[in-house]
């Protein structure tokens, strides 16, 4: 270990420095558990996932209502406690808890873009973080999550026919993923320096050479649902321009989705767009102008539940300040895969149709844990250290041993993974669209049958989550094709 990690960790236990060596376990505890906001026995002594381990696996097999039931109350905070709650709520058909939810973490987000909101109390949380584990920061969503709260607040709204204030959480989706884009680089680049500045930056490395992948692949990182939906809204509200940009966007993700290029097509055709038709019918086939009788069946498919984060212990070896090789276990979040199961087919009036993949949701939580990793791995890594050095500072003068017994066993204990993430997530979504003739037609789906009625000229859209055979459903028209 070089010199400047213990320079750096003298700087952050200075707090604790002036208290009486006798009384050091004392202090520690009484800086890190009750001088931190965040703060939870759960968070202390287990982890988020340990928690939601029931409520995820009833959601799994389609138990919304015994899942909500479950679900710990505001565990860790009201952002990720109402996306948890706003998301199994909407499953269960509860409208109004369900928007509840979401309108509490809605609120809950905007209070953390006001930085000097939180400012204060994050400065308590560091450094209770520094002596306990990461589940003493304010959680932060990533990206992809905000993208879905606001996803589902337009869902919530196209579910009571309001399209305008659907369409006023589409242009906020793609606001706050910009920012949250740019707070998400700024992360990285901190945490690059700190790891140099710190003198760990092989230690970093070496953690991170070890660490999954999610791939290299842009639908790990933009949510071609969001695009789709975003761009099915525009095009119904009359806003062409914009349903062509998220159509295209859509089809970046998702480049061989015939199902997006199709809208991508339709918007270029009533548009003139005679460049980018002629490029899209090039891979995709003729554009097919839709009769005047027919009308558009678009199905969006949700299927299983996203992965949760899983404990994950590393070893790692550093030199002490007496030259002594010591052995740390990290404590790290990791998934156990990134893939998702191929969409599941279903029956339209007894022919089978396969929807096509708009997003996979266990690639896009890899990919953000993937890209919070080097920062985690720097406070980890100065963490277990400045535990160490602490218990062995008690024990050099606590002739008894119960002191730096119980600092061991705290440290032990106390060192729990960050998994926090939103759990209730779809595994995957997928789109079917087609132009049908107007009139009655029967959805199967997992053996339940599910009535459309569609209308000349118009489009219709028909919601749908699966989960353990289960279907939750509804469907609404949205407008002209």
Known sequence: MTQRIFQALAERCRAFTSLNKKKLLVGLLS?????????????????????????????????????????????????????????????????????????????????????????????????????????????????????????????????????????????????????????????????????????????????????????????????????????????????????????????????????????????????????????LEQRFGKYQRPLNSQAQLVVINEQGIVNARQAWRLPIWFYDRHGNLESYSLALPYYTSFSARPQTSFRIDGSDVVPEALVNVNAMAQQALNEAMPAMSVRQILRVVAKNEMRKSLSETDESGVGNVVANIFNVLSEQPDTRSWQTLPESVGVYSEMLSAGQHVITVDGQSIEVALQPGKTTLLWQSRQGGKVIHWQGILGGI
């Open 31 to 279: 800086v890190g558990i009750v001088g931190c906001a965040n703060l939870s026995v759960q968070g202390l002594f287990s982890h988020y996932s340990a928690a939601l381990q029931q409520t995820h696996s009833l959601a799994a097999k389609g138990e919304f209502v015994q899942a909500l039931e479950t679900l710990p109350e505001s565990v860790d905070g009201d952002l990720l406690d109402g996306m948890e709650r706003g998301r199994l709520a909407f499953l269960a058909g509860d409208i109004a808890q369900s928007a509840a939810g979401f309108e509490k973490a809605d609120r809950a987000a905007k209070e953390q873009q006001q930085q000097a909101v939180i400012q204060v109390s994050e400065g308590f949380n560091q450094a209770g973080a520094l002596l306990t584990n990461d589940n003493m920061l304010t959680y932060l969503p990533a990206d992809y999550e905000l993208g879905f709260l606001h996803l589902y607040r337009m869902l919530g709204y196209l579910q009571q026919g309001d399209l305008t204030a659907a369409l006023v959480e589409a242009r906020r989706a793609n606001q706050v993923q910009e920012e949250a884009r740019k707070l998400r680089e700024s992360e990285l680049k901190n945490a690059t320096v700190s790891a140099q500045k710190n003198g760990i930056s092989d230690n970093v490395g070496a953690v991170l050479s070890r660490y999954p992948d999610a791939g290299a692949m842009l639908g790990a990182v933009q949510n071609g649902y969001l695009f789709y939906l975003s761009a099915l809204l525009y095009e119904a509200e009359g806003n062409l321009n914009s349903a062509f940009i998220d159509y295209s966007r859509a089809l970046a993700v998702a480049p061989d989705n015939q199902f997006v290029a199709k809208g991508a097509m339709r918007v270029a055709f009533k548009q003139g767009r005679k460049n980018d038709l002629d490029l």
